[in-house]
């Protein structure tokens, strides 16, 4: 079973950047997909981005899903260190969310149902 832990939340002023970290442990890890989701709030945890097993491919939010991060968001992973990452920059008081990473076992990040195992969330806040 995998299990994920994140890092790399915190307290950042408008325009600043972040980059969190998931880092899976397990056997398969690495085949799986890995998606960020975030919970701001008082609303609902939405889909961020995801990222195929081989770092091939990439998905973001769509804009009317909730609010765009496409072109400030970054997705990438290094499987030798069983990581996943999220640079986020230019970042807004309404990214303030708890950020959870996710892992998918079919591969491909794509249906949202897929995503079974969960780490705990790091906090983020944007804010002058």
């Known amino acids: 079973q995998v299990q994920l832990v994140e890092s790399g939340g915190g307290l950042v002023r408008p325009g600043g950047s972040l980059r969190l970290s998931c880092a899976g442990s397990?056997?398969?890890?690495?085949?799986?997909?890995v998606g960020w989701f975030r919970q701001p709030p008082g609303k609902e945890r939405e889909f961020v981005a995801s990222i195929t097993w081989d770092g091939g491919s990439a998905y973001y939010a769509d804009p009317v899903e909730g609010r765009s991060v496409k072109g400030r968001f970054t997705i990438s992973r290094d499987n030798a260190k069983n990581t996943v990452y999220l640079q986020m920059n230019n970042l807004k008081p309404e990214d303030t969310a708890v950020y959870y990473c996710?892992?998918?076992?079919?591969?491909?990040?794509?249906?949202?149902?897929?995503?079974?195992?969960w780490g705990q969330g790091t906090q983020v806040t944007v804010s002058s």
């Open positions: 397990g056997r398969t890890f690495a085949k799986h997909a």
């Open positions: 996710a892992s998918d076992p079919s591969g491909d990040g794509v249906l949202r149902a897929n995503f079974g195992s």
